[in-house]
């Protein structure tokens, strides 16, 4: 039930990091909004562009519902955004990729979320460290485990199903790293 913004930030071609220096813009933006929205945290996944350039996918909670605070909130990311990727002069701060959306139904940050955990990674070649994480985890909010019994049969159906997921991914990300059906 928790109000949920979708946020995309891109780096501009001219300054397109390579390899893990995306980290450093990041990691600014992430303290700059844990100093000016200490109630937001959020989700985020890395992603390339069709050019190979770094954008960042995050679904963020805890800015106020309402106009001025939404409002307040893509102005600040904009700005913020371009100072983390060094944007100095207000011609190239306008060439610099914000967006931040509100789902327009409920179901639309679950769509968002399969989406962009789904798409494959980064070529093998192209080693950037991790590719999604969680920032200011204490302001997102938390869910009451619930335990679902299952008999011995279900178990093992759960787990033949596991068991071959693994199985698929392990052989999909063998034939991108080059490997032909029958190895």
Request: hydrophobic share 40%.
């Amino acid at each position: 039930d928790a109000f949920a913004l979708l946020i995309t930030l891109t780096w501009p071609d001219w300054a397109a990091p390579e390899g893990r220096t995306f980290r450093e813009p990041w990691a600014r933006f992430r303290k700059r909004m844990a100093r000016s929205w200490p109630d937001v945290g959020g989700v985020y996944r890395v992603e390339l562009t069709r050019k190979g350039v770094v954008h960042i996918h995050a679904i963020t909670c805890g800015v106020e519902t309402g106009r001025r605070s939404l409002k307040a909130f893509r102005e600040w990311v904009a700005v913020a955004w371009s100072e983390c990727v060094r944007a100095d002069h207000q011609d190239r701060r306008r060439r610099v990729g914000t967006s931040v959306e509100v789902p327009k139904q409920g179901k639309a940050v679950i769509r968002y979320i399969s989406k962009y955990m789904s798409k494959p990674e980064t070529p093998v070649d192209l080693r950037i460290g991790r590719w999604w994480d969680t920032f200011n985890d204490a302001a997102l909010p938390t869910l009451t485990p619930s335990r679902i019994p299952v008999t011995d049969d279900e178990g093992r159906a759960i787990k033949a199903l596991m068991d071959e997921r693994v199985k698929v991914s392990y052989m999909a990300r063998q034939m991108r790293r080059g490997a032909t059906e029958s190895e």
